[in-house]
């Protein structure tokens, strides 16, 4: 490989994982590589001191350039919207803070944020970018930008799961949650759902889905047992996996991924259901996706 290749290749998950991050889209992130490499196909090395943080620097543009435009497309988007799903292997969720920023829990908290606001959130408090690096990123002066920081992540925390659950806990709700669903116990579901846990489920209108936020244990329980009952269970399957470096579930009919689920845990129970049915979300997960930092 030329060495503009290689350098690429060298730090494409990282660039992935910015552009994914920013977005929570996999199919916008992998155009926002796309555009990256040719921008980047173009650039004299010899200029360049620090070439991961030039490409970061060009990633983030780009997805910001993105971002801005994806905003207007999801005030017309059907039912709720959801990031796409990621097929990750376990080792992502030993890194507690990477596996943090891609949960769909976190990835929902950041699309509060501005464009703006979201970058630097990412590039500050996932990638520990200076300020001064990340100022080139964003087009902002370095006092802008700190600024910027603080705002955000005292949005983010007020928004953010109150604590931090250990993966066996998250698993064990996962593992009730299954069993529940499987069998159609709606006591045993009532059990692990907290009072005023919500579900969300992503559609897109494509297929059939509860369109609006759905708020409550008990409402939540009778939606997914008597939802489920009404499916055909001749060919399905439920397997557990990591969804964006956590513990979720995928749904198969023979053999065809219909369905993803992720869920946010607090205090041992589910306070967060995250349904993605949407086809055009689901190819990440027929194979797993490398992230890193």
């Known amino acids: 490989m030329d060495s503009a290749t290689e350098a690429f290749v060298a730090h494409r998950n990282l660039l992935f994982t910015v552009a994914y991050e920013m977005l929570g889209s996999a199919a916008d992130a992998e155009d926002v590589l796309q555009e990256t490499w040719l921008r ?33 497309r999801r005030e017309s988007y059907v039912g709720s919207w959801l990031p796409e799903p990621l097929l990750t292997a376990p080792d992502v969720a030993e890194d507690v803070e990477l596996a943090d920023s891609v949960s769909m829990a976190m990835l929902l908290v950041m699309e509060t944020l501005t464009p703006t606001e979201r970058a630097v959130f990412v590039l500050r408090e996932v990638f520990d970018l200076g300020y ?7 087009d902002k002066s370095p006092s802008a ?14 928004r953010r799961p109150r604590d931090a659950v250990s993966q066996a806990d998250t698993r064990h709700a996962l593992a009730a949650f299954q069993r529940a669903v499987e069998t159609g116990d709606l006591q045993n579901l009532l059990d692990i759902l907290a009072p005023d846990v919500v579900v969300l489920s992503d559609g897109g209108g494509v297929v059939q889905t509860v369109r609006y936020p759905v708020v409550g244990a008990d409402k939540v329980a009778r939606l997914l047992t008597i939802g489920l009952a009404k499916l055909d269970r001749a060919g399905r399957s439920i397997e557990p996996v990591w969804v964006n470096g956590c513990p979720g579930l995928i749904l198969r009919y023979d053999g065809e991924v219909d369905t993803v689920v992720a869920m946010r845990v607090e205090d041992g129970l589910i306070t967060g259901v995250y349904i993605v049915r949407n086809p055009e979300k689901l190819s990440r997960v027929q194979q797993k996706t490398v992230l890193s930092r």
Do not use: F, N, P, S
């Open 40 to 72: 980047w196909a173009g650039v004299d090395l010899e200029a360049v001191r620090d070439q991961r943080a030039y490409l970061v620097r060009i990633t983030t543009r780009k997805a910001l350039d993105r971002l801005r435009a994806l905003g207007r």
């Open 132 to 138: 001064e690096e990340i100022a080139g990123a964003v």
């Open 145 to 158: 930008v700190r600024q910027i920081a603080h705002r955000a992540r005292a949005h983010v925390a007020a």
